[in-house]
């Protein structure tokens, strides 16, 4: 088992502590250089990790390895901190105070080094600040235009209206891959490589949230 850090906007934190997200999705780099390039869906076993092949007449075989790891493995979410008038730090997503042990002398070296400032972007969080520890119990490689309804919904996302793009008010009609969409396009340019209209190859990841300790 290994563990590596993974960076959750704000709306996703909330989403995961409230039990709405299990999956994610982010983009393989680099994408397949040719049109004309396809994935074996299903990975094959290489040195006891599981590797994709990318195949195109224009281009020789590229293997791809989920850079996030495999089944078993642990993300830690790195999300952004924000100081307080009071001089709390809190997690900026629902401004929860973040809680440092009095004897960890290493963790408190670190916050020293934020401290000068009134936040803490999510890239430069320390491990010891993170409240949020996944497992990882599916990966795969698909295109990001064939999310399914239902794993759209796994993201996290609102039921968006069909005809208007804002979110549904009769959770009977609507779209969660267009709430989808609607976050995908907050992160990525929708006219950008990585945009929805690109359909870029894309690492999906299922994982479900372990009880946290103090």
Not at 89 to 109: C, G, S
Not at 149 to 162: K, V, Y
């Amino acid at each position: 088992m290994t563990e590596r850090p993974i960076i959750f906007s704000g709306p996703m934190v909330r989403a995961i502590l409230d039990g709405r997200k299990t999956q994610t999705r982010r983009v393989v780099k680099p994408q397949p250089a040719y049109p004309d390039s396809f994935v074996d869906m299903e990975p094959r076993s290489v040195g006891g990790e599981a590797h994709w092949f990318v195949h195109g007449a224009s281009e020789p075989a590229v293997i791809w390895s989920c850079p996030f790891g495999a089944p078993g493995d642990r993300l830690w979410v790195r999300e952004t901190l924000r100081q307080a008038k009071s001089g709390e730090w809190q997690y900026d997503a629902d401004r929860k105070p973040v809680l440092v042990a009095p004897d960890d002398e290493t963790a408190m070296i670190v916050w020293a080094h934020h401290n000068e400032r009134d936040y803490c972007p999510s890239i430069h969080m320390p491990r010891w600040a993170s409240r949020i520890t996944l497992e990882i119990t599916g990966v795969r490689v698909e295109r990001l235009q064939e999310i399914s309804e239902a794993d759209a919904q796994a993201e996290g996302a609102l039921l968006c209206d069909e005809v208007t793009g804002r979110v549904s008010l009769d959770d009977r009609r609507g779209s969660y891959r267009l709430g989808f969409n609607a976050i995908w396009s907050t992160i990525h340019a929708e006219d950008g490589p990585q945009g929805w209209a690109a359909n870029p190859w894309v690492w999906a990841l299922e994982f479900k949230r372990l009880e946290a300790t103090v």
